[in-house]
Nanobody, 120 residues
Framework: QVQFVESGGGLVQPGGSLRLSCAASGSIGSIYTMGWYRQAPGNKRELVATITSGGSTNYADSVKGRFTISRDNAKNTVYLQMNSLKPEDTAVYYC??????????????WGQGTQVTVSS
C-alpha cells in the first residue's frame, strides 16, 4: 500500500557530508511524524532525528549541530543532511513515518535502510 525508498548513503571520509533522502509513494492520505534512525553492527537501532508535519524537529545529542532533518510535504519526502561526519556515525540509516493510509488506517512504516560508512 505504501512504500518508502531511501537513497544517498555511501562511503565518505571523516569531516565529509552526505544527504539522505526517503520518498514515500502509494495510498497516502497524510504523513505525520517522519524520522531517521540508525543501527550500527552489534548495537540497537537508535533515534537520529524526527520532524513533525508542522516542522518541529528533535535530534539525538550525538548529532546536534551536525545533522539537519527536513521534509517536503508535497513530495512526501524526508531528508537528512549530515555534515562533519565521524567514524562513529557509521551505520545503516532507516527512515520511519506514521502514515494515514487511504482509506483511513494509521500505520508506521520503515524504509529498507541505506548504509553510511565514514572512513579514511
Amino acid at each position: 500500500q505504501v512504500q518508502f525508498v531511501e537513497s544517498g548513503g555511501g562511503l565518505v571520509q571523516p569531516g565529509g557530508s552526505l544527504r539522505l533522502s526517503c520518498a514515500a509513494s502509494g495510498s497516502i492520505g497524510s504523513i505525520y511524524t517522519m524520522g531517521w534512525y540508525r543501527q550500527a553492527p552489534g548495537n540497537k537501532r537508535e533515534l537520529v532525528a524526527t520532524i513533525t508535519s508542522g516542522g518541529s524537529t528533535n535530534y539525538a545529542d550525538s548529532v546536534k549541530g551536525r545533522f539537519t532533518i527536513s521534509r517536503d510535504n508535497a513530495k512526501n519526502t524526508v531528508y537528512l543532511q549530515m555534515n562533519s561526519l565521524k567514524p562513529e556515525d557509521t551505520a545503516v540509516y532507516y527512515c520511519n513515518a506514521d502514515v494515514r493510509v487511504i482509506p483511513g488506517t494509521l500505520k508506521n512504516y520503515w524504509g529498507q535502510g541505506t548504509q553510511v560508512t565514514v572512513s579514511s
